[in-house]
């Protein structure tokens, strides 16, 4: 079940990258980084077939993933580059969203933000440069993805003004890559957040019972006295995913409606039942 969710994040995410790249930027010239950047670039100066140069670069990228990510995630990263050529084809077809390069940076730049950042948190990739974030991310885990990406994809366009004599077209990538690293981090970001519940009630016992029977989440019990009161109490403490407070909420108050709840926001978990996003 979770494979399958894993690829089917990964195919949506493809898709949105496909037409990010198919209606918004290839239509209005809008220069953007990646394999194709590179090639480029190393096609002017070394007069190699653009079509072995970029061939190349990907197998290296691959084997670089591969040593450092490993197989699973090079499985996935293949499936990304098949379904990303696809959709690519297909949305080929689609006559473009619009001729407007400052409204194609912007919403070609926001979807193809999703689409890439909805792959990366499946763990693959789109190939290209996002395995070479990743690889970054490896030896910089304090560094958010989308801005590794960004500093490699921001040097390719930045050589590519060398390339391309039309300064517009760089001008207006660099806004897309902007607002697209700022939507993958924010996507990823979100993704972290979670909930912690602090929970005040005589019927702790109780309460912890129904969350650990109902929900797939602990809950630690810490004895407590109350500072005006003098009363002995229990707070439970329990950490969870944003979508399950309603609940979680609910399940306490059928058994103690006085019960003192307090929720916390947690920009990151990690352990049992909880998975970093990068």
Known sequence: MKKAKSIAVTITGTMLTGMAISIFLEPNDIVSGG??????LLHTFLKIPLSLLFAAINILLLFIGLKILGKEF????????????LFVQIFSYVPPFTNNSVIA???????????????????ASTGGTDILGRVLQHFLPAFPIGRLIMVVDGAIVLCS?????????????????????F???????????SRIAFVISEKGKEISNKIINTSPRGVTMIDAIGGYTDERKKLLFCAMKKKETPGFQKKIEEIDPNAFIVFAEAQQILGNGFYIYR
């Open 35 to 40: 394999v194709s950047g590179i090639a480029i």
């Open 74 to 85: 090079i499985v996935k990263t293949l499936l990304g580059i098949g379904m990303i050529s």
């Open 183 to 193: 939507t993958i981090d924010y996507l990823i970001s979100t993704m972290n957040v």
């Open 161 to 181: 003004i060398f390339v391309f004599p039309n300064a517009d077209s760089v001008f207006f990538g660099l806004i897309a890559m902007a607002i697209s690293t």
């Open 105 to 123: 940076s912007i919403f070609g730049g926001c979807i193809y933000g999703l689409g890439i950042g909805m792959a990366l948190a499946a763990g």
